[in-house]
């Protein structure tokens, strides 16, 4: 097995996709995660824990859960598991997820 | 050898185990908790955080009565745990539902708790509501819930604060912990007093022992005469991600922790010793909760585990003196957290044998040699 077979394949140099966040339309990379995309975009926070601690992307492998973001209309979810995709709405993640899904923000 | 000499060692750190000690301590005694290693079959670790008494010895008038006791005792045992520990249990005792899709299970439970109340008179309060009184009480609750059962007296803690209050009251109280110390053999000594021996090699002593050791009492009670045989039952139970809202009930079977998680759990099946998860009962867990409340169905359960519930032949509470060597101990039971706050204040009179003793005869453990016999 060659070492590249245990990676995906890149995208295609200069294809990128446009998302919102926060109301923002925001350009990145096509292929990368969303994590990534956000934290090229800006390096401040994108959500505060239940006690209200700002956080933001950390561990990159879907394991600290401090990259929760709201996609779709979808709360707590990982942006660093999750693609980037043209056309994705994402808000930051402001404390715990209500029962009906958004959240206290 | 090496003799610490506590009065009392109690072997068993887990809910039932700090519970006994911190009343043995506050009744002035000195005591020694001996907990085991972190690979035993730890209950404590596992339990739901009910504070329950629906349907609790509708068959067994004494544990009827004793439940409704401990239930009643619960507030005073909060405030002395927050003094001692200075740790918030969250007690919430403002009542509970058991709810049902199923007409027949439902008429059957209704049974049960109209003997409940016969053997407890107007200490029980219980109420059976329709599906529709519960769907305009409870707004959200799902359409194929029939009914449920209501009981005001029941409530919950929060599960893992009231390990850590228990153990810090223990030695604030001041009792020993020692973490880690599985006993490999009690021996009791001519004239009074027994001889512990510890895996490790070590040796302790003291006036009297107390076996809590749940799943792990088995072979050192048998070891000191005890009769008793336990037996685990495997429960799973899902934890969901935290919610800013509060779920609009409590029941048996979903339970929203103070934090915002909410627990599903309540099954039942008998696995040896193996407590790992299953996926087929995780989907039936989920399957009731969203039955129950549709609105969790997009809520992520972010953990699963299965853990070993501490049964005795009859379901019901095992409290035994040895008859063989006096000063010899077995308190075991399932219900432990609800029955936390008699084992921390009345069962110590029932160890002491004070004049304010409760009578625990009916849970001597000779009801299982008798109906042996029988």
């Known amino acids: 097995m060659k070492i590249a077979s245990r990676f995906l394949t890149p995208p295609e140099a200069g294809t990128t996709v446009q998302f919102r966040y926060d109301g923002e339309t925001v350009t990145a990379p096509a292929g990368i995660s969303l994590a990534a995309a956000i934290l090229t975009h800006s390096g401040a926070f994108t959500r505060q824990t239940a006690t209200g601690s700002a956080r933001t992307a950390f561990c990159m492998m879907g394991v600290c859960f401090d990259c929760l973001v709201e996609v779709d209309g979808i709360p707590n979810t990982q942006a660093c598991m999750t693609p980037v995709r043209s056309g994705m709405v994402v808000n930051h993640q402001m404390g715990l997820r209500g029962l009906k899904g958004g959240n206290d923000a | ?374």
């Not at chain 2, 039952?233 to 809202?245: A, F």
């Not at chain 2, 160890?351 to 003793?357: G, K, L, N």
């Open chain 2, 1 to 374: 050898m090496e003799r610490t000499d506590p009065e009392i060692i109690i072997v068993g750190g887990g809910v039932v185990g700090l519970s006994v000690a911190l009343g043995l301590l506050l009744a002035g005694r000195r005591v020694h908790v001996l907990d085991g290693a972190d690979s035993d079959a730890r209950a404590s670790q596992g339990n739901f955080g009910l504070v329950w008494g629906q349907g609790k010895g509708w068959n067994f008038a004494p544990y009827a009565r004793w439940t409704s006791d401990a239930l009643a005792a619960w507030p005073d045992f909060a405030r002395k745990l927050a003094d001692l520990s200075g740790i918030d249990v969250a007690l919430d005792q403002s009542g509970g539902f058991e709810f049902f899709t199923d007409a027949a299970e439902m008429d059957e439970f209704a049974g049960m708790l109209a003997q409940q109340q016969r053997h407890l008179g107007n200490q029980a309060c219980y109420e059976m509501l329709s599906g529709d009184d519960l769907r305009a009480q409870i707004p959200g609750l799902g359409p194929n819930v029939v009914g449920a059962s209501f009981s005001r007296l029941d409530g919950h803690v929060n599960p893992l604060r009231f390990l850590r209050a228990l153990r810090r009251a223990v030695t604030a109280a001041g009792g020993r912990v020692t973490m880690g110390a599985q006993v490999a053999r009690i021996t009791p000594v001519a004239g009074g007093g027994f001889d512990l021996s510890m895996a490790s090699g070590k040796l302790t002593g003291a006036d009297k022992v107390i076996l809590c050791a749940g799943l792990g009492a088995a072979t050192l009670a048998s070891d000191l005469g005890f009769a008793t045989r336990i037996r685990p039952q495997r429960g799973e139970l899902l934890i969901t991600e935290k919610l800013s809202d509060r779920l609009p009930f409590l029941s048996s079977t979903i339970r929203q922790v103070d934090e915002g998680g909410v627990q599903i759990g309540g099954t039942k099946a008998d696995a040896g010793l193996d407590d790992s998860e299953t996926l087929e009962v995780m989907a039936g867990l989920a399957h009731h909760a969203v039955t129950v409340f549709p609105a969790l169905a997009d809520v992520r359960v972010i953990r699963a585990w299965g853990a070993l519930r501490v049964m005795s032949p009859d379901g019901y509470p095992v409290y035994a003196r040895s008859a063989r060597h006096p000063g010899a101990y077995l308190v075991t039971c399932h219900s432990g957290v609800t029955l936390a706050s008699l084992h921390a204040s009345s069962l110590a009179d029932w160890i002491e044998d004070t004049s304010a003793a409760p009578d625990l005869e009916a849970f001597d453990e000779n009801r299982f040699t008798l109906s042996d016999a029988a």
